[in-house]
């Protein structure tokens, strides 16, 4: 019976120590998928953070304007796919160009198209909604380093029509000279109103921004400058 015992006792030390061994390898296991899960997390957030803070270019409508009114955005005429934000491609090491060697079609290509050295974003703003609407839309400089928006020019075509806007002159004087405006103040670069916006309506926007090549302040000092724009649209009036 001793014998018997001694037995029973090994065989439950051996099984003993490979359910420890196994416990061992399942927490580190679980340990790693702990690390993993929150690296994507921190990498997403990252990513968020870069692009709320950095990113090129964003649109966004009011949430409750979306689902109270209908009013939304989209990357096509066809508005397969709604939404209340939308996110241009950044654009990395931009290099100075001329406004004049920007191509042709900027207006005639949905969604991104930037080119090597600047940003081109189509978008639609559609009243998806059954009422009449009036709503307005404002450009803002949401981040900037280096004084980069000293050269920079932001092209916006509303429905075909484009406009370009730069800062005022260094010296106070006024638009530069490749400019139709001046941006609206030292945070806001434009904006634009439509009233009697009727149900299924839509409303073409096509925003180009590059570094103004011609422009006195474009100087080597601007070199490593960010710079964000955000456009915000909301409704001002239901009929």
Not at 53 to 76: A, P
Request: with cysteine; net charge negative.
């Amino acid at each position: 019976m001793a014998e018997e015992k001694k037995v029973v006792d090994v065989l439950t030390l051996r099984r003993s120590a490979k359910e420890a061994k196994r416990y061992v390898v399942v927490m580190r296991i679980l340990g790693l998928l702990v690390i993993l899960l929150i690296a994507v997390i921190a990498i997403a957030y990252a990513i968020s953070y870069f692009y709320d803070k950095y990113g090129s270019f964003t649109v966004k409508i009011n949430k409750y304007d979306m689902m109270r009114q209908g009013l939304t955005l989209s990357e096509t005429p066809e508005f397969d796919k709604t939404t209340s934000v939308l996110n241009a491609d950044i654009v990395y090491d931009m290099t100075n160009i001329s406004g004049e060697d920007l191509p042709d079609n900027l207006d005639m290509i949905n969604g991104c198209h930037n080119g090597e050295s600047y940003i081109a974003y189509t978008f639609y703003l559609i009243n998806g909604g059954d009422d009449t609407i009036s709503y307005e839309g404002e450009m803002s400089i949401e981040n900037v380093t280096s004084n980069v928006d000293e050269a920079v020019r932001v092209a916006v075509y509303v429905n075909g029509e484009k406009t370009v806007y730069g800062k005022t002159k260094s010296d106070g004087t006024g638009k530069e000279s490749d400019c139709d405006s001046e941006f609206k103040s030292s945070t806001i670069v434009m904006d634009t109103k439509h009233t009697k916006f009727e149900p299924k309506a839509k409303d073409k926007f096509t925003v180009v921004i590059w570094l103004e090549g011609n422009d006195p302040d474009c100087t080597d000092d601007l070199i490593g400058g960010t710079m964000k724009l955000g456009m915000d649209f909301k409704i001002i009036e239901t009929t």
